[in-house]
């Protein structure tokens, strides 16, 4: 069977040493007709020219300043949609390739179910156990169940989904004409999930197929930023999601767990006797919380109203 061409996305922000290895890795790569684009999101440490050098074969975009994960994968989904990828694949790059045939079966699936919209592998940490890459869309329930760890997701079994790990996946161009980009309102944390939705509500199926793949650093992009930033951008992200599809009743709902839960989590830590490392966690975050959710909501609903 003839394979389509698939266009490699990868994005790097100051970090030269897992992008390299990343690309290193794709070398191995087996799949007859694929193109790697990577994009530089405005780094400062010199290592998208670095790349550039050490990569010529490699389609490099830069963008001017840091866009976040969204706004950085948007410049590339622009550019490989205008040279008629049929489909792209999206790879962090803290990731480095393991199993070399995975994307000829990724695309083979695709191809045999049409209406599949986005397609996630199975992925493994670098410690080399299975990294949970099956996620719900962040409603009450299951938030809850999140929370009370009732989610036991069966890695082994093939299975629609509502959202799949965003360290990489592979999506159908057509996909992204019909369902829009990332919303660069996220900047990063839960883009992918809100984006599958749309997805979903446009009509296409995504699908969790257990073949191994690649293994996953992970939180690399975030490592220089604050505890108490990721915890705020990851809640807040949440709430967003539920608003801008008009969820305002789960919205508010989930707004009150959190907040039940970050009070919990405040009283256990100043109850203990013990060093703290959790210094972010104090009452001043209740109100950053707010604040947070409060800017992201009147975004949220502003996009609705249109």
């Not at 305002?248 to 919990?264: D, G, K, P």
Request: charge should be neutral; hydrophobic fraction near 40%.
């Amino acid at each position: 069977m003839s394979l389509p061409k698939v266009a490699i996305l990868i994005l790097n922000w100051n970090n030269y040493p897992d992008s390299k290895r990343c690309l290193d890795s794709l070398i191995s790569l087996e799949y007859p007709d694929f193109s790697v684009v990577l994009v530089d999101n405005g780094s400062t440490d010199n290592s998208g020219i670095q790349l550039e050098k050490e990569f010529p074969e490699v389609i490099h975009l830069k963008t001017r300043n840091n866009l976040g994960f969204a706004g950085g994968n948007n410049v590339g989904i622009r550019y490989i949609l205008d040279q008629d990828f049929p489909y792209i694949l999206f790879l962090n790059n803290d990731t480095e390739l393991i199993q070399p045939s995975f994307l000829s079966e990724l695309i083979k699936e695709a191809e045999h179910e049409s209406n599949l919209g986005a397609i996630g592998p199975r992925i493994r940490s670098m410690d080399g156990t299975d990294e949970d890459s099956i996620f719900p869309f962040p409603t009450l329930g299951a938030t809850l169940k999140s929370t009370i760890g009732l989610y036991h997701n069966d890695l082994s079994q093939k299975q629609y989904v509502d959202s799949i790990c965003g360290c990489c996946f592979l999506v159908r161009s057509d996909v992204i004409k019909i369902a829009g980009n990332l919303d660069e309102n996220f900047f990063m944390y839960g883009e992918e999930t809100e984006w599958f939705y749309r997805i979903r509500k446009a009509g296409w199926k995504i699908v969790y197929l257990p073949v191994f793949s690649i293994n996953h650093k992970g939180a690399a992009s975030s490592k220089n930023i604050e505890d108490q930033k990721i915890y705020l951008m990851r809640r807040s992200n949440t709430i967003y999601s539920l608003v801008k599809h008009e969820l305002i009743f789960q919205a508010i709902m989930v707004y009150v767990l959190m907040n039940l839960l970050l009070v919990l989590r405040i009283v256990q830590i100043n109850l203990s006797r013990s060093n703290r490392p959790d210094k972010p966690y104090n009452l001043g975050m209740i109100s950053s919380f707010y604040h947070s959710v409060s800017t992201k909501w009147k975004i949220a609903k502003n996009i609705g109203s249109k």
